[in-house]
């Protein structure tokens, strides 16, 4: 017996007889408060665990022998498709062809809707002798040695009509897909290049009126993963009356994404600036639109993790025992209240 005595005085929760106990309407409504605050408490608490949060970690990058994917969506609202080429030339200095790239051009009217589509299965990586456009630009030799040299035949002659009559009506271009090139620094590049510079002078009249004005609607290197925020996506450039050469300096990070299942994602993220090259009367380059991109030796790895479950336990007795002492001190505080308010004043009893 005493033993068990005193074990019963360790008890911190001592119980009262029931006669004892008197049950008020403000312990009821203090009760009710108490109880929505501890469900609230307990939901958030509960999302709180459940959700993940990611933890950043830094390495060298060890990465060799893989291509780059480079997805572009990009709209040019005052080119046609047929003057638009799209290069790509690494540091390297290899010019391959037939890589694994598919890109499409979408013809655009002049509302932005598209009318047509051109698919380009085969992407030759090569440097375009006409690039800087700086051959002789007098274009106004009309004898058929001089056309023909120039390449200028009837076919060329059909284009410029055809890319005429589409600036004419307000045509675009929108380009998207995706560039498969070699893991090393390098840049490619959106422009007239492509066109022969005899053919590029029919149809504008000189590199100053060819708009470069553009939207970029997607630009990344990789698989998008949670969270992921690529700089150039929505960035517009519109030119009125002037042209020039845009260029974007991009500087990849790899990464590697690692989801709370053990799935590995690897992609890159970026950062970029800009730099704009108005065209002036003496220039004899073309504009364009350069993407110069180079690779951090850095790979940065971003893992998904979940809070333990003993975290979520002391967390949980810390805010459910915490409220519930609080609604017990509001309980007594307005007990003591009310029986101030409504206990007879003596002298008024006396009288």
Not at 13 to 18: D, I, Q, S
Not at 33 to 61: C, K, N, P, R, W
Not at 84 to 96: N, P, T
Not at 200 to 220: C, E, P, R, T, Y
């Amino acid at each position: 017996m005493g033993m068990k005595q005193a074990i019963k005085k360790l008890d911190a929760f001592p119980r009262a007889e029931e006669h004892l106990l008197q049950k008020t309407q403000s312990g009821a409504l203090v009760s009710i408060i108490g109880l929505v605050t501890m469900a609230t408490l307990f939901y958030h608490e509960l999302a709180y665990y459940l959700t993940t949060y990611t933890v950043h970690q830094m390495s060298v990058d060890l990465t060799r022998g893989e291509t780059l994917p480079i997805h572009i969506n990009i709209t040019f609202p005052s080119l046609p498709c047929d003057v638009l080429s799209v290069d790509a030339i690494d540091m390297s200095g290899k010019h391959e062809v037939d890589l694994d790239t598919n890109i499409w051009k979408l013809r655009l009217n002049s509302y932005g809707h598209i009318t047509g589509t051109e698919y380009l299965s085969d992407l030759v990586e090569k440097e375009h002798e006409a690039h800087n456009h700086d051959h002789n630009k007098d274009h106004h030799e009309d004898s058929h040695a001089k056309q023909h040299m120039h390449g200028f035949d009837d076919a060329a002659e059909s284009m410029v009509k055809k890319v005429k009559q589409a600036l004419a009506n307000g045509e675009g271009c929108r380009i998207y897909g995706v560039l498969d090139v070699q893991r090393v620094a390098g840049n490619f590049h959106i422009s007239v290049h492509g066109l022969n510079i005899f053919v590029a002078q029919m149809i504008f009249d000189g590199a100053k009126h060819v708009n470069v004005s553009h939207i970029i609607h997607d630009l990344s290197f990789g698989p998008k993963y949670p969270g992921i925020h690529n700089p150039l996506d929505g960035t517009t450039r519109i030119l009125h009356e002037t042209s020039g050469t845009f260029k974007y300096y991009i500087k990849i990070v790899p990464t590697e994404y690692r989801y709370i299942s053990k799935e590995v994602l690897p992609t890159n993220q970026f950062s970029v600036t800009e730099y704009f090259s108005p065209m002036t009367d003496f220039d004899k380059t073309w504009p364009a639109v350069y993407f110069l991109y180079d690779l951090s030796p850095i790979t940065v790895t971003i893992k998904e993790e979940r809070r333990s479950f003993l975290h979520f336990i002391t967390r949980l007795c810390a805010v459910l025992g915490g409220t519930f002492a609080l609604t017990g001190m509001l309980d007594r505080w307005m007990c003591r209240l009310l029986e101030a308010l409504t206990k007879p004043n003596p002298r008024s009893v006396l009288r």
